[in-house]
């Protein structure tokens, strides 16, 4: 057994920490020094230039590759076809009295991106047998209405808006002792909304501004023949067309004209129609129209107002 003062040596040798190395020598540790800074040196010039890789990567984002453009389908263009609209209403009574009426109506218009062509014709014809007591010859047929007219019309588009146009026509009315009348118009149209609603609906309102010529021959047909004076009008035109959509399906169309002849005396002539329009199909719709046409210089022995109020039906291709 070990002596306790041998035993207790050997555990303080055995706690007590190792002695600590001897300072280097000042050059090495100098080496040493410098080895370090250069290290540090290094190792902070990495830092900054991964803090600088970092900034660039947030700032400027890498260039995206470029998809091809898809092609889209060509868009149909305006003015493609022409829409063309053709009416026609009919009034036949038998029996006592005897009446037949008649009228027709065609217009077709083409849009395009610079340009708008329309056309338009009309005829009314009408025929009266008076009443007779039994035993008594049959009076003659007369004729109540006998009328026709034809208008072509172009304008040239200067801005959505605004466009410029030439319109040349015809007309005659026997009843009224109108021969023929040729005209020939050029002006300004001034078109100030066309909305198409999300009902399907829409809205339209077109002005015209221009200056018209016109030459009327004359010649009374009811009741003797006989002929009379031409004569000449001619004068600033205003012009109005009104659409508005009450339905999808239910429109109502206004257009007025008015006309100040300044040549040949004094002479004002006023057309206004007013149209109601019932669609029953996409493309059969019913018709209500009442006409009013005034002159106030017509032919010797006629009234200056004339009206008129017709149903018919039309159909849009």
């Known amino acids: 057994m070990l002596p306790v003062h041998t035993f207790l040596s050997a555990f303080l040798t055995f706690q007590t920490p190792p002695p600590p190395p001897p300072p280097a020598p000042p050059e090495v540790a100098a080496e ?19 803090i600088e890789r970092l900034a660039q990567g947030i700032t400027v984002a890498p260039p995206e590759e470029k998809k091809p453009e898809e092609k889209k389908p060509d868009a149909p263009t305006e003015g ?11 009034i036949f009574i038998t029996g006592n009295a005897s009446t037949v009426t008649l009228n027709g109506l065609i217009a077709a218009e083409r849009k395009t991106e610079g340009w708008i062509y329309a056309v338009k014709a009309s005829g009314v014809y009408g025929q009266s047998r008076a009443p007779t007591l039994e035993g008594q010859e049959q009076a003659p047929d007369q004729v109540v209405a006998l009328n026709a007219a034809v208008q072509l019309r172009g ?13 040349a026509g015809a007309e005659t009315d026997h009843v009224k002792s109108v021969e023929a009348r040729g005209i020939g118009e050029g002006g300004v149209g001034v078109l100030w909304w066309d909305e198409q609603r999300s009902d399907g609906s829409n809205s339209f309102f077109r002005m015209d501004l221009a200056l018209r010529y016109a030459r009327e021959t004359r010649f009374q047909y009811y009741p003797t023949r006989m ?25 109502l169309l206004e257009e007025v004209s008015v006309l100040p002849s300044l040549i040949e005396g004094s002479r004002l002539l006023i057309n206004n129609q007013t149209q109601l329009n019932v669609r029953l199909t ?36």
């Open 32 to 50: 040493r020094a410098a080895a370090a800074a250069e290290r540090a040196a290094a190792a902070a010039e990495r830092s900054a230039q991964a």
């Open 80 to 90: 493609d076809n022409w829409n063309v609209t053709v009416g026609m209403g009919l």
């Open 155 to 167: 304008d040239r588009r200067f801005t959505e808006r605004i466009s410029g146009y030439l319109l």
């Open 227 to 251: 002929d009379l004076p031409d004569v000449s009008l001619g004068g600033p035109r205003f012009g109005a067309t009104f659409r508005h959509g009450v339905t999808k399906d239910i429109s």
């Open 282 to 317: 996409r493309a059969l719709s019913v018709t209500t129209t009442f006409l009013l046409q005034y002159d106030s210089e017509p032919a010797a022995g006629k009234f200056s107002t004339d009206t008129s109020l017709s149903v018919g039906a039309t159909v849009t291709f």
